[in-house]
Structures are given as structure tokens and as C-alpha cells.
């Protein structure tokens, strides 16, 4: 068996990586220094986004596009010195076909991730707002390039993807100092408005926490079937859940307490129903008919059987007294009969 020719190819090899082992060596000590400047870059950013008061999601994005950006340029230029006739021509020519068959596997991916990249630069939200994307509210808890993951109010975590984020409507909650929350509260009709409306105002400035400025507002809103109703609006600082649900339950405790002491009415809704008699003699009579109200000890009409009955006697009696009153019929004047003659026997 000869092994010439092995021998010749393995020597080859052997010799050529012994050409490119200095390149081999220069490329990797090129890439170590590339990763450490990209960890000052990194770290750079980082502070100069901080130092400028930016949110801690942009920093934290910019950073690692920054850190990627370098080490990839350092990748490319570690080929091209153990590979002289590699190129980032030869490289991107390479992938021209490959990448358009990537970016149809990952549109998804990359829709999200340049979603995310906007959000994070215009920053219509930022971690630890509180904000409310359909069903779903809670705490902001990360920003990241795919996706936002936030914490609801009953514990739970919600990761969400950039896109529907970002082409959708939210409703940020903490996006300004103040917040405005209202409630209606109903009164009695035989109630004084005005007097209900200080009450009701002292009620709510009352409670701590609640802004003077801007002052708390009582406004009607409707004269409802029971209730004339009058809507409380008050502002609160900060806006946040817990500062929410805190300043609703005072206030309303506060209010219903104080209305309760100023004699003032807050009657839930009722309804009547107005029964309709049909067998009185008054039906269809709206001056005297008694629409369902509790006869009394008074009077009350008859029945219809009984007034039909009164009414059928009545007109008998009626009858009876006409033909009573009508005159006797004469008889009919004629000619008187003739007497037949005495008829003879003539039989012998």
C-alpha cells in the first residue's frame, strides 16, 4: 500500500498552515483588541446617554449596537488578514441571495426588532411606567429589541411584541404628574343641589392626597328616573395605580359619610307598576280610575257583571211597564150573519 501520495497532500497542508499561522495569530490578537474596544465603546455610550438624561432602555439599546457594530468590524478585518483574498465584497455578495431568503424567514423578527428600536428612540412609554395595551395593564418591566415585557397588578408577566406596540393604541397612565378620577354620586329630587355639591367638594379635599389645584369639581350630569346625578372629579399626585385605587376608596367613603350626615338622600332606583283594572265600570274613565292604588276603606266601583246585570233588569222592567201602558185592541165592525132556515125532513 503506498502512502506516497498522503503523505505529499498532509506535508502541503501541513506547510500551508505554517505560512498562515502568523496570520492566524495576527488576526486573533487584532480580534481581542477589537472586543475590548467594543467594551469601551460600550461603556462610553452607555454613560453618554446616561450623562444626557436619557431613558435607561435607549442606553442600554445604543450601548449594544454600538458593542455589535465594533466587534463585527473586527470580525471582518480579523478575515481579511488570515484570508488575503477574502474581502467584505466577496462577503456580502455571498449573502445576497441567503439574505433575501432570510428576511422572508424572519420578517417577523426583524418587524419586531425595528419596532423596538423605534420605540426605544421615541420613547412614547419607558421602564416602570404603567401603562394599558388592550386587556392587558401593568408595570413596564423591560424594553427589549423583539419584544416588552410588562407586570400586571395581580402578579403576573405579559410579554408583548414590539410591533403590536408600536402600530396599535396604548394608553400610558403614568405619562404625566397628575391624574384626573370622578364618580357619580345620585341624590334625592326633594334634595338641595347646591347644598350637596359643598358637601360633597369638602368631602373630597378632605381626604389627603387630593390636589387643591386643580380644585376638585361637582358638576350635574343627568336628571336620571330616580337620582339627579352629580359627578365628583378630583386630581391625584402621583398617578400610579396604588395611589388610585387609595384616593377612590377614601373619597368615596368620605362622601357617602358626609351625605348621610347632612340629611341628604341617596335613594337607589325603584319602579312602579301601575295595574290596569278592566272589570270596574270606570275603565277607560282616567279621571276616575284608580290605576292599581289600594282601594281604602271608601267606596269603590262595582263590577262590570254587576252593573250589566242592573242594566238587563232595568230594561225588562222597562219593557214590561210599555206593554202595560199600551190600550186594549177593538174588535173589527163587519156584517152580521143570516140564521140558516130549519132544514125539513123530506125522507118518507
Same mark, same amino acid.
Given at each position: 500500500?503506498?502512502?506516497?501520495?498522503?503523505?505529499?497532500?498532509?506535508?502541503?497542508?501541513?506547510?500551508?498552515?505554517?505560512?498562515?499561522?502568523?496570520?492566524?495569530?495576527?488576526?486573533?490578537?487584532?480580534?481581542?483588541?477589537?472586543?475590548?474596544?467594543?467594551?469601551?465603546?460600550?461603556?462610553?455610550?452607555?454613560?453618554?446617554?446616561?450623562?444626557?438624561?436619557?431613558?435607561?432602555?435607549?442606553?442600554?439599546?445604543?450601548? #449594544?449596537?454600538?458593542?455589535?457594530?465594533? !466587534?463585527?468590524?473586527?470580525? !471582518?478585518?480579523?478575515?481579511?488578514?488570515?484570508?488575503?483574498?477574502?474581502?467584505?465584497?466577496?462577503?456580502?455578495?455571498?449573502?445576497?441571495?441567503?439574505?433575501?431568503?432570510?428576511?422572508?424567514? *424572519?420578517?417577523?423578527?426583524?418587524?419586531? *426588532?425595528?419596532?423596538?428600536?423605534?420605540?426605544?428612540?421615541?420613547?412614547? *412609554? #419607558?421602564?416602570?411606567?404603567?401603562?394599558?395595551?388592550?386587556?392587558?395593564?401593568?408595570?413596564?418591566?423591560?424594553?427589549?429589541?423583539?419584544?416588552?415585557?410588562?407586570?400586571?397588578? $395581580?402578579?403576573?408577566?405579559?410579554?408583548?411584541?414590539?410591533?403590536?406596540? *408600536?402600530?396599535?393604541?396604548?394608553?400610558?397612565?403614568?405619562?404625566?404628574?397628575?391624574?384626573?378620577?370622578?364618580?357619580?354620586?345620585?341624590?334625592?329630587?326633594? $334634595?338641595?343641589?347646591?347644598?350637596?355639591?359643598?358637601?360633597?367638594?369638602?368631602?373630597?379635599?378632605?381626604?389627603?392626597?387630593?390636589?387643591?389645584?386643580?380644585?376638585?369639581?361637582?358638576?350635574?350630569?343627568?336628571?336620571?328616573?330616580?337620582?339627579?346625578?352629580?359627578?365628583?372629579?378630583?386630581?391625584?399626585?402621583?398617578?400610579?395605580?396604588?395611589?388610585?385605587?387609595?384616593?377612590?376608596?377614601?373619597?368615596?367613603?368620605?362622601?357617602?359619610?358626609?351625605?348621610?350626615?347632612?340629611?341628604?338622600?341617596?335613594?337607589?332606583?325603584?319602579?312602579?307598576?301601575?295595574?290596569?283594572?278592566?272589570?270596574?265600570?270606570?275603565?277607560?274613565?282616567?279621571?276616575?280610575?284608580?290605576?292599581?292604588?289600594?282601594?281604602?276603606?271608601? +267606596?269603590?266601583?262595582?263590577?262590570?257583571?254587576?252593573?250589566?246585570? =242592573?242594566?238587563? +233588569?232595568?230594561?225588562?222592567?222597562?219593557?214590561? =211597564?210599555?206593554?202595560?201602558?199600551?190600550?186594549?185592541?177593538?174588535?173589527?165592525?163587519?156584517?152580521?150573519?143570516?140564521?140558516?132556515?130549519?132544514?125539513?125532513?123530506?125522507?118518507?
Amino acid at each position: 500500500m503506498d502512502f506516497s501520495v498522503t503523505w505529499q497532500k498532509l506535508n502541503a497542508m501541513g506547510t500551508t498552515f505554517m505560512a498562515m499561522l502568523p496570520n492566524l495569530l495576527i488576526g486573533l490578537v487584532v480580534l481581542a483588541i477589537f472586543t475590548f474596544i467594543a467594551r469601551g465603546v460600550r461603556s462610553g455610550v452607555e454613560r453618554l446617554t446616561t450623562a444626557r438624561h436619557q431613558s435607561q432602555s435607549l442606553a442600554l439599546l445604543l450601548s #449594544r449596537l454600538a458593542y455589535v457594530f465594533v !466587534l463585527l468590524l473586527g470580525i !471582518l478585518v480579523m478575515f481579511t488578514i488570515m484570508i488575503p483574498s477574502f474581502t467584505p465584497a466577496s462577503l456580502i455578495s455571498a449573502l445576497g441571495i441567503g439574505g433575501v431568503a432570510i428576511g422572508f424567514a *424572519f420578517k417577523d423578527i426583524f418587524q419586531n *426588532f425595528l419596532a423596538g428600536m423605534l420605540l426605544l428612540l421615541t420613547e412614547p *412609554f #419607558r421602564i416602570n411606567d404603567q401603562i394599558k395595551y388592550k386587556d392587558f395593564e401593568g408595570t413596564v418591566e423591560t424594553i427589549q429589541t423583539r419584544a416588552t415585557t410588562i407586570k400586571t397588578y $395581580d402578579g403576573r408577566r405579559v410579554v408583548i411584541p414590539n410591533a403590536e406596540l *408600536f402600530i396599535n393604541a396604548v394608553t400610558v397612565n403614568t405619562a404625566y404628574d397628575k391624574r384626573r378620577l370622578e364618580y357619580d354620586f345620585g341624590i334625592g329630587y326633594g $334634595d338641595n343641589i347646591a347644598q350637596a355639591r359643598q358637601v360633597m367638594l369638602a368631602a373630597a379635599l378632605s381626604v389627603e392626597g387630593v390636589l387643591s389645584d386643580p380644585a376638585p369639581e361637582a358638576l350635574v350630569v343627568e336628571i336620571g328616573e330616580s337620582t339627579i346625578d352629580i359627578r365628583l372629579r378630583w386630581w391625584i399626585n402621583p398617578p400610579r395605580r396604588a395611589a388610585y385605587m387609595q384616593s377612590k376608596d377614601q373619597v368615596l367613603e368620605a362622601v357617602k359619610n358626609s351625605l348621610t350626615k347632612a340629611g341628604i338622600d341617596q335613594p337607589f332606583p325603584t319602579q312602579v307598576i301601575l295595574l290596569h283594572d278592566q272589570t270596574e265600570e270606570t275603565d277607560g274613565n282616567r279621571k276616575t280610575q284608580r290605576e292599581g292604588w289600594p282601594a281604602g276603606p271608601g +267606596e269603590v266601583p262595582r263590577s262590570m257583571i254587576e252593573v250589566r246585570a =242592573e242594566r238587563r +233588569e232595568q230594561e225588562q222592567k222597562r219593557l214590561a =211597564e210599555q206593554q202595560a201602558a199600551a190600550p186594549t185592541a177593538a174588535p173589527i165592525a163587519g156584517p152580521h150573519p143570516q140564521p140558516r132556515p130549519p132544514q125539513t125532513d123530506t125522507a118518507g
